[in-house]
């Protein structure tokens, strides 16, 4: 199963209102393990950047002036995205720009080129109702570092969501699919060793094992007034099934 984690930063919070993408990062993911495969632009939106955003992710219009249009990248960001199952903290969010852009250059729906979206801060929500579960706090309820994340930025973003994700939904069957799968997150094929021509010693008891088992039997029949279950013989003339009172 591919997984893309995608984090964007932004001009400001309303697509609707002229406000333009300028930074996208992606991390790939293969069968839940990070590959080191990831995807990253800054983009010249091709408008100024108001100072509360810049407060936000330290990106400037001066700095982003010489960085290429969304239409020099969105190919690239197309090929990388698709058939994959994206990640996203407050998906809305991010979709709604990259909607937004691709319909700006006249290519179809963003999300008619990937498989589904999983919105981590409605997962967050359900896993711990009444708490925030912003990505900082997430990071600390889960024990992630992210001591080096001093501004939002997509890239790392992204990178932190993934182990975010993993922690999340690293339940017993996540951790069985991550044991026994047979293909690395390169695409190696581990086929699993055979067992069969293995013998497995059977120990038996010893008479003083027998014993001592014995022994504690009578003190757990003893201690329970002669109630014990393994006590109670069913007559061989009882069909299989039927209880004895």
Not at 11 to 17: E, P, Q, W
Not at 38 to 52: A, T
Request: contains cysteine.
């Amino acid at each position: 199963m591919r997984q893309i984690v995608l984090d964007t930063e932004t001009t400001g919070l309303n697509h609707a209102t002229g406000d333009r993408l300028i930074e996208i990062g992606c991390v790939e993911l293969v069968n839940r393990r990070l590959t080191g495969r990831n995807l990253h632009f800054y983009i010249n939106p091709e408008r100024d950047v108001p100072e509360d955003a810049v407060a936000i992710h330290g990106l400037t219009a001066e700095f982003l002036a010489d960085k290429p249009k969304f239409a020099e990248v969105m190919h690239e960001i197309q090929a990388f995205v698709r058939d994959a199952e994206l990640i996203i903290h407050n998906a809305a969010f991010d979709m709604g720009f990259l909607e937004m852009e691709f319909k700006l250059h006249n290519l179809p729906p963003f999300r008619d080129h990937v498989a589904s979206v999983i919105d981590t801060l409605r997962e967050a929500r359900q896993m711990f109702p009444g708490k925030r579960n912003s990505l900082d706090a997430l990071c600390d309820r889960l024990g992630i570092s992210n001591a080096h994340r001093t501004l939002h930025g997509a890239l790392l973003d992204a990178e932190l969501l993934a182990e975010v994700y993993l922690a999340m939904t690293r339940g017993q069957n996540s951790l069985v699919i991550d044991m026994l799968d047979g293909t690395s997150a390169g695409g190696e094929d581990r086929r699993a060793a055979d067992l069969s021509a293995l013998t497995l010693p059977v120990l038996l008891a010893t008479e003083t094992e027998l014993s001592a088992h014995m022994g504690v039997l009578k003190e757990l029949d003893k201690a329970s007034g002669g109630k014990t279950v393994w006590k109670i013989e069913v007559p061989s003339e009882v069909p299989v099934g039927t209880t004895v009172q």
